[in-house]
C-alpha cells in the first residue's frame, strides 16, 4: 500500500501535504472551515474539537474536514446562493412566506431576519416546498417592514402547516419596495 | 448516544462508532434538523484549565429518546442487526 502512494504521488506533493498537515494542522483547518459560512457553528466546532484529537491522528482527521467542508460547507454556501435568488426573483407578487420552526421564529420577533432567510433556503434544500408556498429573502427594505409588523404583534399566524409556522406578512399594498 | 442522557462530542461519537467523522458531523446535523438531538457549548469555566476553546456537544432530547429507542427497538428485531445492538442501549434510549 504504502508503496503504491509512493508510486502515484510525486515527492515534492508528498512532503507538502505532510509539511502543511503534519506540522501545521490547526492552521490548515481554520483554512479549511472558511469553507463554511462565518454563521455556521461547524467552524468553531472542529477548530475545538481539534485539541482532542491525538496528534498522531490530527494529520488524518484535518484531510476528513477537507472533504467535509468542500461538500457540506462550499457546495452548501453555493447552494443556499442560488435558491436566494430564485426566491427573491419570485417573491414580489405573493404574500406570504414561512417560518419552520420557533426558534426561527423567535429570532425574527429580535430583527434577526437574514438567519431566516438562510434556514428557509435551507429547508427549500430539503425539499420541503412542496405545498406551494413561497419561501423567500427578503430585501431590506421589506425585511424592516416585517420586523415592524413582528414587533407590533399585528401578524396572523398559526400553525397549520406542519411542525412549522405560516406568517400572514403582507397585504398587496405593502410589496411595493 | 448508548448512554442517552449525557453530553457528547462529534469526535468522541466519531471514535466510539467507528464512523468517519466526514460522515458523523452531517448525521448529527441531520438529527439536530429532526430535532432528535440539541447542542451547545461548553461552559468556559470547565475549559478554563485546558487551554483549549470550548466544544460543541450533543444531547439527546426528550423527542430522540423516543424515536431513537424506538429505531433501536425495531433495529433489535431485525434479523440484520438484532446481533450488533446490546441490550443496554435499548434500555438507555427509552
Not at chain 1, 130 to 138: E, I, Q, T
Request: with cysteine; net charge positive.
Amino acid at each position: 500500500m504504502t508503496a503504491l502512494i509512493f508510486h502515484i504521488i510525486a515527492w515534492p506533493t508528498f512532503a507538502m501535504a505532510l509539511l502543511v498537515f503534519g506540522f501545521a494542522p490547526g492552521a490548515a483547518l481554520r483554512l479549511i472551515v472558511l469553507a463554511y459560512k462565518r454563521d455556521n457553528p461547524r467552524r468553531r466546532e472542529l477548530a475545538a474539537e481539534l485539541h482532542n484529537v491525538p496528534r498522531i491522528e490530527r494529520p488524518f482527521w484535518v484531510a476528513e474536514q477537507l472533504e467535509l467542508a468542500i461538500f457540506e460547507g462550499l457546495l452548501g454556501r453555493l447552494a443556499v446562493r442560488r435558491m436566494k435568488r430564485k426566491w427573491e426573483i419570485s417573491f414580489f407578487g405573493r404574500r406570504s412566506f414561512i417560518v419552520n420552526e420557533e426558534g426561527v421564529f423567535n429570532r425574527a420577533r429580535n430583527g434577526c431576519l437574514h438567519e431566516v432567510d438562510h434556514a428557509v433556503a435551507r429547508y427549500v434544500l430539503q425539499d420541503l416546498a412542496d405545498d406551494g408556498c413561497l419561501f423567500a429573502a427578503l430585501p431590506a427594505s421589506i425585511r424592516k417592514a416585517v420586523h415592524d409588523s413582528f414587533m407590533n404583534d399585528d401578524i396572523g399566524k398559526s400553525k397549520s402547516l406542519r411542525i412549522g409556522m405560516r406568517v400572514q406578512v403582507f397585504s398587496s399594498t405593502t410589496v411595493d419596495a | 448516544m448508548s448512554d442517552a442522557s449525557d453530553r457528547h462530542w462529534g469526535y468522541e461519537l466519531s471514535k466510539r462508532s467507528g464512523v468517519r467523522s466526514g460522515v458523523m458531523y452531517p448525521i448529527l446535523q441531520r438529527l439536530l434538523d429532526e430535532g432528535w438531538v440539541a447542542d451547545g457549548w461548553e461552559e468556559q469555566v470547565k475549559v478554563g484549565k485546558a487551554k483549549r476553546p470550548p466544544r460543541r456537544y450533543y444531547e439527546v432530547t426528550d423527542e430522540g429518546k423516543i424515536a431513537l429507542g424506538a429505531l433501536v427497538a425495531e433495529a433489535r428485531h431485525d434479523a440484520r442487526f438484532g446481533q450488533l445492538i446490546a441490550p443496554q442501549i435499548v434500555n438507555a434510549s427509552t
